[in-house]
């Protein structure tokens, strides 16, 4: 069994950065991937960021060049690097890795980002 522990999350003004992190409670096996979800009150969940085991990374059009996910192995943690935030990045963001063993997701952590 694996826990993953977000962290990060807060109130920013629009244009402002946030960093969000995920910790996992062990070793990340190869083959994985790692993902960051949002979901705003009332809105469907929405897959932002993607990466692989191979370093390849996918974005979300209305998040791409403005956020950057990233991964330390050696810690098992996934971030998400968020610049230049906007009202409706608004949401609770998820984490979610799938390695060989499972299916792992995050209790997720609210990011406001006001006028």
């Known amino acids: 069994q694996v826990q993953l522990v977000e962290s990060g999350g807060g109130l920013v003004q629009a244009g402002g950065s946030l960093r969000l992190s995920c910790a996992a409670s062990?070793?990340?096996?190869?083959?994985?991937?790692m993902r960051w979800y949002r979901q705003a009150p009332g809105k469907q969940r929405e897959l932002v960021a993607t990466i692989t085991s191979d370093g390849t990374t996918t974005y979300a059009d209305s998040v791409k060049g403005r956020f950057t996910i990233s991964r330390d192995n050696a810690k098992n943690t996934v971030y998400l690097q968020m610049n230049s935030l906007k009202l409706e990045d608004t949401a609770v963001y998820t984490c979610?890795?799938?390695?060989?063993?499972?299916?792992?997701w995050g209790q997720g952590t609210q990011v406001t980002v006001s006028s």
């Open positions: 062990r070793r990340i096996f190869n083959p994985n991937s």
């Open positions: 979610n890795i799938n390695d060989l063993l499972g299916n792992y």
